[in-house]
């Protein structure tokens, strides 16, 4: 491997017939970093991680992983890293001891070893006193605390992790964040995450990639992203009468950096919603209009994805797919 990069990705594409899922997308993650990949579903996200683990070979480009190439070297991949796909794999007719077992004797872990370590993982997910209870009687957060442990029996050097809180209530993602936080701290663990939580991109990566339609539109830290669109802060006003005239009229303030119009709302990017609130309301009714709300929030990864795409990032319901199949990828080639 060279320096000390755990994933290099050049020009990696993948097509499926017409469809390209994956188009040249190119980046590196370093040891020891917690990289993040946000977009909506259906952006590509589970097509390039089925390619950084193995499950599909790239239609173009390349990508090594842990210092192996990922289309010519698979097995020597899978050896080295743990994948927790968006669909819940952990048998439920199987004790949650029993599905840690199964998993480190898949990987010839001797059997003292692999007591030990299943006993130690179990206790830092908070499932030990749980261990012989059936998966099937674990909760939704249980259960995927359970998948993440488990793929650490094998002490993998990264991590790759497709959607891991999708589908679950707001304190067992949070739950979920918290272990997350500790194993990277404590393990100095290489962590792969794809999302399209906001917040859970914003809480836990170092670093973020913005995808859309299979391409790389923006990537850094959630505070570099952030300060590299205009203002600090973003005022939406709901405007009655709204007009052309009132948009140009809100841009040239002398604090505004840009105005969108959106549906009879504008958002007004500026430096200081807060303080600059009353001059904005004052400058729509100079001119004739009328507020029917106003809302002042400060700059978040929803804004960049906007800034850079004209569209959010929906919060869609959670998709029952198959990790070996893919979200995104049409059903008639699935």
């Known amino acids: 491997m060279q320096g000390t990069r755990a994933i290099a990705v050049s020009e990696i594409t993948r097509k499926f017939g017409p469809l390209t899922a994956v188009d040249r997308v190119s980046f590196d993650v370093g040891e020891g970093e917690f990289f993040g990949f946000l977009g909506p579903n259906g952006a590509g996200k589970t097509t ?4 950084l683990t193995t499950l599909l070979v790239p239609t173009g480009g390349n990508a090594v992983v842990s210092g192996w190439d990922v289309a010519r070297e698979p097995a020597e991949v899978r ?16 004790t949650g001891y029993e599905n840690m077992d199964l998993y480190g004797r898949f990987y010839g872990i001797h059997a003292r070893d692999r007591k030990e370590r299943i006993r130690s993982l179990l206790d830092m997910v908070g499932l030990a006193q749980r261990a012989n209870d059936l998966v099937a009687t674990y909760s939704g957060g249980m259960r995927r605390r359970l998948e993440i442990a488990r793929v650490l029996v094998h002490r993998p050097a990264l991590l790759f992790l497709d959607e891991p809180t999708i589908g ?7 739950v979920v964040w918290d272990f997350l936080r500790k194993l ?21 990566c170092g670093r973020v990639a913005i995808i859309d339609a299979g391409k790389i539109i923006a990537m850094g830290s959630p505070a570099e992203l952030k300060a590299g669109i205009p203002g600090k802060d973003i005022v939406s006003l709901a405007v009655g009468n709204a007009s052309t005239e009132l948009a140009e009229a809100l841009g040239g303030l002398p ?10 709302v504008f958002r007004i990017f500026v430096d200081s919603g807060a303080r600059n609130l009353p001059a904005l309301i004052d400058a729509v009714r100079a001119s ?5 709300s106003a809302t002042v929030h400060e700059q978040s990864l929803e804004d960049v994805f906007i800034h850079y795409t004209g569209k959010s990032i929906r919060e ?11 979200a995104g990828v049409p059903q008639k080639l699935g």
Do not use: C, N
């Open 48 to 51: 390039l991680i089925r390619m």
């Open 79 to 94: 050896k080295r890293i743990g994948v927790v796909p968006q669909a819940m794999t952990s048998d439920l007719d199987l």
């Open 168 to 174: 679950l209530d707001p304190q067992s993602r949070h």
């Open 184 to 204: 990277i701290e404590g393990d100095s663990m290489t962590i792969f995450l794809t999302t399209h939580y906001m917040e859970e991109a914003e809480t836990l």
């Open 255 to 264: 604090f505004v950096h840009e105005v969108r119009p959106e549906d009879g």
């Open 288 to 292: 004739g209009g009328a507020i029917l």
């Open 316 to 326: 869609e319901e959670a998709r029952k797919v198959s990790f070996f199949v893919g």
